[in-house]
């Protein structure tokens, strides 16, 4: 199923960094509306507002609306909680008593992986010191999109390009796994994907994960534990209701997958 996101974030920051702000003061259109547009807040825009943008921004209404595949934010079922641990259990196991391999070798049995998804690999490298915690929703749509031009797939390309490190809790991948698991993604492929995440990203104890370190959805207490534990530097989301509402959390930026892509353009 698809969905259309409004793409105004990205045009602000391409258009010499406009504020959301300046953009309010030129069109009339206040800066809540303006907000609710960027994070998906607002359930639709009429034609006078897109008019208005489109005029300020000098820019066709295309460009300020992308189609893309729908993000799901429904929890995995206690089943595939349970089944996702077996998963991961096995997973990390062998993980940890693999051989030591060089950043290649590893990169070359993720592309395989990729390869048994459907995925295009992509070119290999350096590592980066830039730590980022993914939403589940935004790795699991990534991985599932068939036509990878949606930010979540270009967010994920950027990873396996190696331009950040990915950062993964055990409650991030349990949920990963869970959800890919209801999607109907095969068990031997998911337990490749573990032993993968295993080796290449930055997997940490989750030892905030029990404390509630912010009023906001319990669900998503995870995300910002794994940024407190790791010192991320950001977390990218399309919770408009939680997170994104947050802006930083203890240091950790937290934005939309539109602005995140555009450090790297």
Known sequence: MKQVRFNLALMRATRGKLTQKEVSLATGLSQKTLSALETGAS?????????????????????LLLLEDEIEDIQPSKESLVKAKEIIGRGLDRAMNAPKKTPEEIWEAF???????????????????????????????????????????QILDLWRDGEF????????????????LEKGVPEDLLEELVFIIGQIALNINGAYETCRLSKIDPDDNKFLAAALESGADYIVSYDS???????????????IPELFIRHFV
């Open 165 to 180: 490190t990915l950062v993964m809790s055990p409650g991030i991948l349990e949920e990963i796994v869970a959800k890919l």
């Open 43 to 63: 359930k639709g825009i009429d034609f006078s507002t897109l008019a208005k943008l489109c005029q300020f921004l000098k820019c066709a209404p295309n460009d």
């Open 241 to 255: 209701k939680s997170l994104l509402p947050m802006k930083h959390f203890h240091g950790t930026q937290i934005l």
């Open 111 to 153: 592309d395989a992986l990729e390869a048994r998804f459907k995925i295009p690999s992509n070119r290999i490298k350096s590592n980066s010191v830039l730590k980022v915690v993914l939403d589940t929703n935004i790795f699991v749509a990534g991985y599932l999109s068939k036509t990878k031009r949606g930010y979540p797939s």
